[in-house]
């Protein structure tokens, strides 16, 4: 593993095979990556007889970085490894005075450095000497037009599956909160477990998440694509009555990247069912359907003059646009008259 930048799927697969690297830094945006990386080792490093005197958890608000070092220069007693945890090491002050220990580290103890929400600096030598000797881990986070295809690939390492709808529901609902977003995942794999089809379905999540399999971003995009006035109206009062699940600000970068997409899918050269998966970078059939009805429903000027009355919208949403005073509702309905006549 050393030497190499690791994803989270080969760490996680050499801890649990026992191959440990000496040191782990695992920086980055995305804390539960992070965690989850952490957690195994504490799980699979020492066995519980071992872990009164081989596992040291420090935290960086309170750690100097020779506590860190003179940490990981001890021998382990009755066992083959120590286990260190330095959490909340993005407060260490020097921590690049480990970089001589990280050059040479100790091969019976197993560092591990939580640098959560920061990145160390590329250009000093502590990321270069754990690069060649240990593991230098960037957790990042996924953006949203991502979440979908990551909910999906997370159900079928665990031989389940959801259908688009489904995924795009929690992805809408969840956002990329990754940790909220497992936590999901696994009381509806619960739920599940004993069904023959193992499969996540939009019934179930309404009736178990609180998302409603009707009234969502989903469907409003469905609804346009489709040219559907009184659907995506009804779908429009229903936010404009629930603002806290349905704020305006997280609809319209739904249409933004749709109308953004349809606008591609117009000038790709192959237009087939084929084509536009690849011109768009979509995995499954069925996703092209809401941009062939689109092109069907809308010219290519109406989709120029779509994404401009969106960006409109968002300025108005944000109070960019002093002149007016519309509510939020306000701002969705006329937007979809305007996209929609």
């Known amino acids: 593993m050393a ?16 191959k440990f690297s000496p040191i782990y830094v695992l920086m980055g945006e995305e804390p539960y990556f992070i965690d989850r990386i ?7 490093v020492l066995n519980e007889s071992e872990r009164d005197f081989n596992q040291i958890i420090l935290y960086g608000a ?3 970085a020779v506590d860190i070092i003179n940490a990981a220069r001890r ?9 260190v945890i330095v959490r909340e090491a993005q407060l260490v002050a020097n921590i690049d005075l480990l970089t001589n220990y990280a050059k040479n580290p100790l091969a019976s103890t197993i560092l591990v450095i939580e640098y959560k929400y920061k990145k160390l600096d590329g250009r000093k030598s502590l990321s270069a000497a754990v690069a060649k000797t240990g593991v230098l881990f960037d957790s990042k986070k996924i953006p949203d037009y991502k979440i979908e295809d990551y909910i999906s690939s997370v159900l079928r390492e665990r031989a389940f599956e959801a259908d688009r709808k489904a995924a795009a529901m929690l992805s809408e609902y969840l956002g990329n909160d990754l940790s ?53 109206n009804r779908i429009a009062r229903y936010f404009e009555q629930n603002p806290n699940s349905h704020p305006i600000q997280a609809t319209l970068p739904v249409l933004f990247n749709y109308f953004s997409n349809l606008l591609i899918g117009y000038y790709s050269k192959d237009r ?5 998966m690849n011109a768009l970078n979509l995995r499954f059939p069925i996703q092209v359907k809401d941009y062939q009805s689109g092109m069907r429903n809308y010219s290519a000027m109406k989709v120029f003059q779509a994404i401009h ?4 919208a968002d300025a108005r949403s944000k109070g960019i646009d002093v002149t007016s005073s519309m509510t939020q509702g306000e701002i969705m309905k006329e937007l979809l008259y305007k996209i929609m006549h």
């Open 3 to 18: 030497g190499k930048e690791a994803t989270y799927e080969e760490i996680c697969r050499d801890i649990k095979a026992k």
């Open 38 to 44: 952490s957690e195994l080792l504490l799980q699979c």
């Open 62 to 64: 309170d750690t100097k």
């Open 75 to 83: 021998f382990p007693m009755m066992s083959e490894y120590q286990l």
């Open 180 to 232: 909220l977003l497992h936590q999901t995942l696994d009381k509806l794999r619960i739920l599940v477990t004993d069904s023959p089809e193992k499969k996540i379905t939009p019934e179930l999540i309404e009736k178990n998440v609180g998302i409603s399999k009707e009234y969502n971003n989903f469907e409003l995009q469905r609804a346009i694509a489709d040219k559907d006035v009184l659907k995506a």
């Open 272 to 276: 087939s069912e084929r084509g536009l």
């Open 309 to 312: 009355e969106i960006r409109m």
